[in-house]
Structures are given as C-alpha cells and as structure tokens.
C-alpha cells in the first residue's frame, strides 16, 4: 500500500544537468531517511546520496560537489539535483524510503520506486 513513483529522467548530453523526482503515497505515518541509488546494467545498484528527516545529507564520493539530494517533508517528495553530468552517470536512478507505515508499527520498513532511465551522451 505504499508506493514511490518517480519522474523526471530522460536523455541529456555531458555537462548537462537533470533533476528527478520521487513522491510518496498510501499508508504513511513517519519517513524517515529517502535515498537515491542508482544501476548500470551488469553493475551492482550503488547509493547516490540519502538525506534524513532532519535534512542530514550523505553522497557517494563520485557525486559529491555535482549532485544535491533535498526534500518536501510536506508533500513526501525527495529531489536529486544532478549537475555537470557525465557518461559513467548513466544508470537506472531508483527512489529509496525507510517509513513507519502506521503509528503502531513496531519496525521501520524500506520501499523502493520502479527506477527512472536517465542517460548521458552526446
């Protein structure tokens, strides 16, 4: 019953810039961190950048002074801001979420959304 949709991946040539987007929906009571991670197909997914509740950010050293993750806790939607891209950033961009489903729940659980192609190339 949750679910994470994301938008805003497409084609963009090297050097250029692209930001994705991932909104949360369904039976929400807390999120706490968000994430993007990302896979290249053959390669292993990898973390991109999270951000927490509090606005606490963590980048993959190959992303960090390019990409900035943010987020509307209002509208449960996280932002990845990717700048000055490169090829080796092409990859499949998946929306991460750790929530507490109902005020009950006695554990946090991970989502994950269907991914977003975003690819760099002239």
């Known amino acids: 019953q949750v679910q994470l949709v994301e938008s805003g991946g497409g084609l963009v040539q090297p050097g250029g810039s692209l930001r994705v987007s991932c909104t949360a929906s369904g039976s929400i009571f807390i999120i706490y961190t968000m994430g993007w991670y990302r896979q290249a197909p053959g390669k292993q997914r990898e973390l991109v950048a999270t951000v927490t509740s509090g606005g606490s950010t963590n980048y993959a050293d190959s992303v960090k002074g390019r990409f900035t993750i943010s987020r509307d806790n209002a509208k449960n939607t996280v932002f990845l801001q990717m700048n000055s891209l490169k090829p080796e950033d092409t990859a499949v961009y998946y929306c991460?979420?750790?929530?507490?489903?109902?005020?009950?729940?006695?554990?946090?659980?991970?989502?994950w959304g269907q991914g977003t192609q975003v690819t760099v190339s002239s």
């Open positions: 991460n979420a750790e929530i507490q489903k109902y005020i009950t729940s006695k554990w946090n659980d991970d989502y």
